[in-house]
């Protein structure tokens, strides 16, 4: 018997790691049976390749079904908010403001993901995933977010263009950003890049103040039905389409 051998039959199963089906399971990706059928329809990789039923994993691998990454942590959670205005985007203020982890249980403690300015209202993502709040956060994995903006006076066709091609900030021009007027006055925008109260600026800059500003959609990911200051967390298949989202293809 070779040596390699010898090691290999004296291996401690443990130190293998885990079953991957067991491991899916666990995160909420379903039965064991049906981790299993993923695995055998070559639907999951480990650390970018192909795997086969049987096979373990340990906590530093990369595990991707249809090639969304999958936290396996399984103390992570994620919550969808409602932001009301007048709440600060952040864990404290030193101002004693109301902030957005007030509004969401206290256990596990969770981050905003990105930032809505105090009088914007809408979706917001808090997690203590910081794989995923990275990934959705960063502007290279151009993850959408739409918002309905009520402005001053009634926009035309040569504002939206503008806003389309592109706005000329103080700190540099603007990716061409998707806009539509849906009422008078009323704009819809989706931008994908993450500056500092950036639609009130390209706003403004095209001459139409922001009134009220509320972000409709973060990715795939909107909910019409959450009221101001609601929270809910993500069903699983929403955490999948937002993984999906923030994976990179090459």
Not at 57 to 82: C, F, R, W
Not at 213 to 224: A, C, E, H, N, Q
Not at 235 to 240: C, D, N
């Amino acid at each position: 018997m070779s040596e390699q051998a010898e090691v290999d039959l004296g291996a401690d199963p443990a130190d293998e790691g885990e079953r991957l089906q067991k491991v899916l399971a666990r995160v909420g990706l379903g039965s064991r049976r049906v981790c299993e059928l993923l695995i055998d329809e070559g639907r999951v990789t480990v650390n970018d390749r192909v795997v086969v039923l049987g096979a373990r994993v340990k906590p530093d691998d990369e595990i991707a079904v249809d090639g969304a990454i999958i936290s396996t942590a399984v103390d992570t959670v994620t919550y969808l908010l409602n932001k009301p205005a007048g709440v600060v985007t952040t864990a404290q203020d030193t101002h004693d403001r109301p902030v957005v982890v007030d509004l969401v249980p206290a256990e596990p403690r969770v981050f905003p993901v990105g930032r809505l300015d105090l009088d914007t209202e809408g979706l917001l993502l808090l997690t203590n995933d910081g794989d995923l709040a990275y990934r959705l956060t960063h502007p290279s994995f151009g993850v959408d977010k739409e918002y309905l903006v009520h402005v001053r006076g009634r926009p035309g066709a040569g504002v939206i263009r503008t806003l389309r091609q592109g706005v000329e900030l103080d700190d540099g021009m603007t990716a061409p950003a998707k806009a539509a007027v849906v009422a008078p006055g009323l704009i819809r925008i989706t931008i994908h890049e993450g500056r500092n109260r950036q639609v009130r600026r390209m706003c403004e800059a095209v001459g139409h103040p922001v009134l009220r500003l509320v972000r409709t959609r973060i990715g795939t990911l909107t909910d019409s039905r959450l009221a101001p200051g609601a929270w809910r967390p993500l069903s699983r298949a929403e955490l999948l389409d937002l993984q999906r989202a923030v994976t990179r293809v090459e």
